[in-house]
């Protein structure tokens, strides 16, 4: 994961707040029908509301008037929502030459993503590069506890290659000099957390090969991809909102009421919607309820702040079936100063004691608690420190390491984007000369002569700092034997912590989004309580389901874009009639 420009993607989101009950949407099993859609939203209400009605973060449908909407307009595709996979969607309808609108709920261009999750890629064969699709299938699922659909994951294996080809190929159309490197250094069988995890070389980085500043290679796909939408006659609309999709009864969704500056607009589609609208993280009493476990760990917000959980609202109002298990993308790099904990510091504003992501906090080096003992093992997915910290004092822990860390990062050779810490942060650097400036000047990062004034620095007080002084003393003695008997991690990503000066940070996890939603069959339909699609509606991105559960499987490095960007474009096809019912 890069770091993100443009202005949704960072930032403090507001937005109503309310106690969440766990609401686990979607239990029941694929049966042949025996309802209808009122129906269906009836239970999704129910689940939701949980014990206390005041807790009810789904809500009903609004009620809008016929003499309320101020203009209706009529076209074959509504794609509702302008990211990643919105823009994707948007774009191969343009370049279909569909009968299509795009809307979005932002003022501007999303930020763009940049490292893209692919299969079979002609990059990948050009270098000899393949995988067993089997085993790429069942260690997605393996993640997600088989709680999420094979199928749906089938589609994406058979698909992502091909559209990352077509991203490509689309910018050389534009005059782009567009091409893709496959990031073979972070793929193979690489140890992690203990053990052998399986991290195929599918993460494509999609650049403007013509400029030499890596910075510069950047594409911004969803800034590209409008310019495309536009090439071909289109357009994207901004500063409009979805407020509530159209469907009569158990018939086909026909259309979308949306809202802009000028009041509500009825949009009807000959043949269906696409909600790209993105996932909840800034909807507090939809990630409490969905996500608790979340709250308890996150300090730190990198979502866009539009991602309200419109789009999944929308569609279980009018009786879509939800994931059962809530999941996100939760990094363990929310930085903070000693003394603050996890969780909301506002729950009405939605707002967390945020200092950004500091890539630092994804090494294995040694972590605490607030009493100074070892939380777990610190070679794990990015989220894994995060949840292991939730059920500790404050939702967050202390990482700690001397002035060896330059070395030690360049033996832990962890994987996907914390590689960023030793191919470049502390490469040939000092950890002051990476770190003095943004981190340690501003007191988010301690340094001291000896562990006693540093456990002085970090907070640790009476028996708590007595504990914190016997962890480093008996994590120092597994270094020594070169095997953690305690919580089973690599023995070369154990690390001493004897040479002044000595370093420690205090963090919580940083969350980028939400990765669960409405359920969705291998083509990307929506589908309802008792698993039959629903006409006319589909959903993509992180507004869909079915994909994920519980968690984000860090080592299929780029996976989360790879989805969003294969079935925004899956979606688009399908719809208009590029593909055929398998």
Request: glycine share 12%.
């Amino acid at each position: 994961m890069q770091e993100q420009s443009g202005i949704t993607r960072r930032g403090f989101l507001t937005g109503a707040a309310g106690m969440g009950a766990l609401a686990a949407l979607g239990l029941s099993g694929c049966a042949k029908p025996k309802g209808n859609a009122d129906r269906a939203a009836d239970k999704a209400a129910a689940a939701a509301s949980g014990a206390d009605a005041s807790s009810d973060w789904l809500g009903s449908a609004p009620e809008i008037a016929d003499s309320d909407i101020k203009d209706t307009k009529t076209v074959d595709i509504l794609v509702v929502g302008a990211g990643m996979s919105g823009i994707m969607a948007g774009a191969t309808l343009a370049d279909l030459g569909a009968n299509f609108m795009i809307v979005d709920k932002g003022g501007e261009p999303a930020a763009s993503h940049f490292d893209i999750g692919a299969i079979h890629s002609r990059w990948q064969k050009e270098q000899g590069i393949d995988f067993d699709e089997g085993r790429w299938l069942n260690e997605w699922a393996r993640y997600a506890s088989f709680k999420n659909d094979q199928s749906v994951a089938r589609t994406w294996v058979e698909n992502s290659g091909a559209t990352v080809e077509w991203i490509v190929d689309t910018y050389k159309s534009m005059g782009i000099n567009a091409d893709a490197t496959v990031d073979v250094e972070n793929g193979g069988d690489g140890k992690a957390g203990g053990t052998n995890y399986f991290i195929p070389p599918e993460c494509h980085h999609v650049i403007n090969a013509g400029e030499s500043d890596p910075q510069k290679q950047r594409i911004k796909h969803v800034e590209q991809m409008t310019a495309f939408i536009e090439s071909k006659g289109g357009q994207v609309t901004y500063s409009t909102e979805l407020v509530k999709l159209l469907r009569d009864g158990d018939g086909p969704v026909t259309g979308a009421i949306l809202k802009n500056s000028d009041g509500y607009l009825k949009v009807n589609t000959n043949k269906g919607v696409i909600l790209a609208a993105g996932g909840y993280a800034a909807n507090p009493a939809m990630l409490k309820a969905r996500d608790p476990e979340t709250v308890k760990c996150v300090t730190s917000l990198n979502y866009n702040q539009n991602n309200d959980g419109t789009g999944i609202k929308a569609a279980a109002w009018v009786g879509a079936k939800l994931d059962p298990v809530g999941a996100t993308m939760v990094f363990d790099r929310g930085v903070v100063a000693p003394g603050v904990n996890a969780g909301y510091t506002d729950e009405e504003k939605g707002t967390w004691a945020t200092n950004g992501q500091f890539n630092l906090g994804s090494q294995p080096f040694l972590s605490v608690d607030r009493h100074g003992e070892r939380i777990c093992n610190e070679s794990a997915n990015y989220d894994a420190r995060c949840f292991a910290a939730a059920s500790h004092p404050g939702g967050v822990w202390c990482q700690v390491f001397d002035v060896n860390a330059p070395a030690d990062v360049q033996r832990f050779r962890t994987q996907g984007c914390s590689a960023m810490t030793w191919q470049s942060q502390l490469k040939n650097k000092t950890v002051d000369e990476a770190y003095d400036e943004k981190y340690i000047s501003k007191g988010l990062m301690m340094k001291a002569d000896t562990l006693d004034e540093l456990a002085d620095k970090l907070g640790f007080t009476g028996d708590d700092k007595t504990q914190f002084l016997e962890t480093v003393e008996n994590y120092n003695k597994l270094y020594d034997s070169g095997v953690d008997s305690q919580f089973g991690k690599e023995g070369y990503r154990l690390s001493a912590i004897r040479q002044a000066p000595f370093y420690g940070a205090w963090y919580g996890g940083s969350l980028l989004t939400t990765i669960d939603g409405v359920r969705v069959n291998k083509n990307w339909q929506v589908i309802d309580e008792d698993c039959n699609p629903i006409e006319g509606l589909f959903a993509v991105g992180t507004n869909s389901g079915s994909y994920y559960a519980g968690n984000y499987p860090v080592y299929l490095v780029g996976n989360c874009l790879g989805r969003q960007v294969t079935s925004g474009r899956y979606a688009a096809r399908y719809l208009a009639g590029d593909i055929k019912n398998a």
